[in-house]
């Protein structure tokens, strides 16, 4: 099982590329990225996340409750100079527009959606299909470790999507999350329930509460390590090529895959505040 930590990426393919604020601006970025069931809301000053939360994601959360929530968060905090979002709920993102019109209006924002400068072309049957959590993932990854790579996000879905070598995102694969698969299967299961998502002692179990874990883990591992070492195939991709791990339950599968990853729990931040850059001045 490999792990490595960030590092400097080799130069294949596109190159790393970073935009910056234009020259003048103050202040962090405040960047929300919003999933199904969490959302990542951070500062982004420069490039890097110096402040970082994650909420649940309630579709009845109001735009003036959102509103409380992040002033909340920013109490003590400098002034933003920018807001960036992208969401995966259309709900929650209508709030949030509502949120940025009547509480940040003198704010300069972008919400990523079809139309949006990312400097990331979109080469799929419906590009307006695609997540744009899932844009921020790719645009994060490609200015952090160059193209081609490969983004895995384990959150509500596990998600694999891929950087061609020329720098446009190609699609990927969905698969269902971690939780979301236990917790149904749960409901369908009579003599089954719900256990906490920690790791075995072995994944051959016991018993059933680490029988259900071992699938969780080890099951989820394997999914994902198998479909990588497939795209890698039909790609042609090298096996050097960075595959980048992201997302809230990122964790569970940190260090129980057989895949070589960089660990980056907080690329939509990343890739948000590339996206507002590019859409600024």
């Known amino acids: 099982m490999n792990h490595i930590e960030p590092s400097a990426p080799a130069h294949r393919g596109t190159p790393p590329s970073t935009c910056s604020l234009r020259r003048g601006s103050e202040g962090s ?25 994650w909420v649940g994601t309630d579709a009845r959360r109001t735009a003036d409750e959102w509103a409380v929530l992040l002033q909340g968060l920013l109490a003590g905090e400098a002034p933003v100079s920018g807001i960036a979002v992208c ?4 709900h929650v993102l209508h709030e949030l527009r509502d949120v940025v019109a009547r509480y940040y209006q003198d704010v300069p924002s972008v919400v990523v959606e079809p139309g949006v400068k990312t400097g990331l072309p979109v080469l799929v049957d419906n590009p307006r299909e695609v997540g744009t959590d899932r844009i921020a993932n790719a645009l994060g990854a490609v200015t952090l470790y160059g193209a081609p790579c490969l983004v895995v996000d384990v959150g509500t879905a596990i998600t694999i999507d891929v950087v061609n070598p020329a720098g446009a995102f190609i699609g990927g694969v969905i698969a269902p999350g971690i939780e979301t698969a236990t917790d149904a299967l749960g409901r369908a299961a009579a003599q089954l329930r719900r256990v906490e998502l920690v790791r075995p002692r072995s994944v051959v179990a016991k018993n059933t509460v680490e029988a259900l874990q071992s699938g969780a883990i080890h099951g989820f591992a394997a999914l994902v390590d198998g479909l990588i070492a497939r795209i890698r195939t039909e790609q042609s991709l090298a096996d050097d090529a960075p595959v980048v791990l992201t997302g809230a339950l990122a964790p569970l599968l940190d260090g129980q895959l057989h895949t070589r990853t960089r660990n980056e729990p907080l690329l939509p931040l990343r890739g948000l505040y590339q996206a507002f850059a590019r859409n600024s001045g």
């Open 29 to 53: 970025v405040l960047a929300v990225a919003v999933e199904n069931t969490r959302s990542l809301v951070g500062l982004v000053f420069e490039g890097a996340v110096k402040r970082h939360w």
């Open 87 to 90: 969401s995966a709920v259309p």
